[in-house]
């Protein structure tokens, strides 16, 4: 999957990856301990959850729904494209439309088996902005102050955009305020990054996540986890990164300016 560049910025972005990534484009076949190293699974679920994601809303566009929608999420993976064809992508493998028949019924097992009669193909709720943020990861220590500092690693910034908070991997990130997710992927030194607008030129910015738990377009609630903290990107090690932008213009997080948090709640 080289050939995708969210693939190639995760790659690329962990120590060494760039000589591995030429490696790979070269011709060379990765080992196990090596793709584990270089592409670990944290990255690759991500990838794979914004990727699906887009197909989602693609798919909803086109009208898709139901059985339909889950056959052709499963005929794209399969094929690159939803045709319901008896072609197959390699000899001896099932046909286009028996694969995407077999996600189908894979689906449908799950539910049974987890009690349920549907999934919710967007887990965000809508929640409307409040006006005032609130501290994403609430009773976390600082471990790091906006503005300057003295840079803690190689590549690290000494200028501080926003706050860390000292949590460890795996902590429920929340929105800070109700709005719309606008970025949702691999943000250079950020690592996995959720940015939400919330209206009158607000945004936020959460950064070196292991995980997403939203996709651009997503509404959110305030309080909602929308990712869970890592260390992802450029950094000391696992903290969350909380970014406040102010005058950004619509969808444009690059467009506004970068404020204290602390502005707008106390820790």
Known sequence: MTYREDVREAITQQPGGRAFYQRLVAGHQPSSAELLRYFPPSVQDSLFVNAQTQNIRRLQSQGKSGDELIACLGEMWYSGRCSHSSGRDYIGGPTIREYGQILVTNYRRALERYGATSCPLNASSGGGTTGRLINPVPGAPVTSEFGPRRSPCAGCS??????????????????????????????????????????????????????????????????????????????????????????????????????????????
Do not use: C
């Open 158 to 267: 000494s200028y501080h955009r926003g706050i860390d908070f000292g949590v460890p991997d795996g902590t429920p990130v929340k929105a800070a305020d109700g709005g719309r997710v606008v970025y949702s992927g691999w943000m250079r030194g950020y690592g996995h990054t959720v940015v939400v607008e919330h209206g009158n030129g607000l945004m936020t910015l959460y950064a070196h996540n292991s995980q997403l738990l939203v996709g651009v377009g997503d509404s959110v609630s305030q309080g909602q986890t929308i990712t869970r903290s890592g260390h992802s990107g450029v950094g000391t090690g696992p903290h969350p990164h909380f970014t406040v932008i102010e005058g950004a213009t619509h969808g444009n997080p690059s467009s506004g300016r970068e404020v204290n948090p602390r502005r707008y709640f106390e820790i």
